[in-house]
């Protein structure tokens, strides 16, 4: 099993539409000149963009996170271009790629150096083979200080990898709780 280069993942989109949209190079800048914070295809990943649909966390209805019966109160959806992360908070939010992981890949997805530098921890469960919809991204915001993310930009890497053989189940053929997501997806049991 290896890693595979940006000619694989730019020919498994174009043939099989792995991902969608695509963006076939790195993309550092907008025609404005504008500078973002990278996204696009590079070397031996694709950075992936952050929508800009958010769940946040809220307190007012003094809710129990519980991954076994999620209550809806616990979170507020927000609609916005830049996200302003509290101190020591979290977020929900997903990205605004679409994935259709082929039989005999996994991936893993790593937070871009620019936020991690910035306290800010990204967290993506791997994408299964089979798993295919929006990616639901977890934001955590490690500083005493508040933390701005930009939708529309990039937020994360995935690197994926090739079995030597398809995997006999697949996320699909299991019918997993996260197929085919089409929003920001909070916790299931």
């Known amino acids: 099993m290896g890693i595979k280069s940006d ?10 539409d792995m991902i969608s949209p695509f963006v076939p190079n790195q993309v550092r800048e907008l025609a404005s000149g ?9 070397s031996y990943g ?15 209805f003094n809710a129990i996170v519980d991954p ?17 992360i509290a101190p020591n908070s979290f977020v929900l939010c997903r990205s605004v790629e ?12 790593i937070g871009k ?17 089979g798993w295919e919809g929006f990616i639901t991204l977890e934001l955590s915001n490690t500083t005493p200080l508040p933390v701005k993310v ?3 930009e990039g937020i994360a890497q995935i690197l994926f990898f090739e079995g ?8 699909a053929d299991r019918f997993g709780k996260y197929q085919k997501q089409t929003k920001t997806t909070v916790a299931k049991v």
């Open 98 to 109: 679409y994935f259709k992981i082929p039989r005999n890949v996994i991936t893993i997805c």
């Open 7 to 16: 000619s694989w993942i730019a020919e498994q989109a174009k043939n099989n």
């Open 113 to 129: 150096s620019t936020y991690a530098r910035c306290g800010l921890l990204v967290n993506v469960t791997p994408l299964e083979p």
């Open 164 to 171: 030597d053989d398809p995997c006999l189940v697949s996320y």
């Open 46 to 60: 694709y950075d992936i963009r952050l929508h800009n649909d958010f769940k946040l966390f809220t307190n007012v």
């Open 68 to 84: 076994k019966r999620f209550d809806a109160t616990a979170m507020i959806d927000q609609t916005m271009d830049i996200c302003t």
């Open 34 to 42: 504008e500078k973002v914070v990278s996204y696009g295809l590079s």
């Open 150 to 152: 930009y939708a529309n």
